[in-house]
């Protein structure tokens, strides 16, 4: 009985741990530039951050080349030698 207690609270603390890690992560610029809200900035999407004054480009900062930015590829924007 107490195994399963143990169990039951190790996968609540895993799940709540999760989400706060998620929450965390939020960034309010990545979820303004994502206009249509699929949780990637797109080139279209990307023109704001251009005209903001982020001095790289999309494919300087599409790691994975997939033609968009995940909020880890976006996050850079925020650092101060991309501005």
């Keep these: 009985m107490k195994v399963l207690q143990t169990v039951i609270m190790a996968g609540l603390l895993a799940l709540t741990s999760a989400a706060a890690f998620a929450e965390e992560k939020e960034i309010p610029e990545f979820k303004k530039a994502d206009v249509d809200g699929n949780n990637f900035v797109d080139a279209k999407e990307f023109g704001a951050a251009k005209a903001a004054g982020v001095k790289k480009t999309l494919n300087e900062l599409d790691k994975n ?5 995940s909020k880890d590829e976006y996050s850079v924007i925020l650092e101060a030698d991309c501005e």
């Design 65 to 69: 080349k997939d033609g968009k930015l």
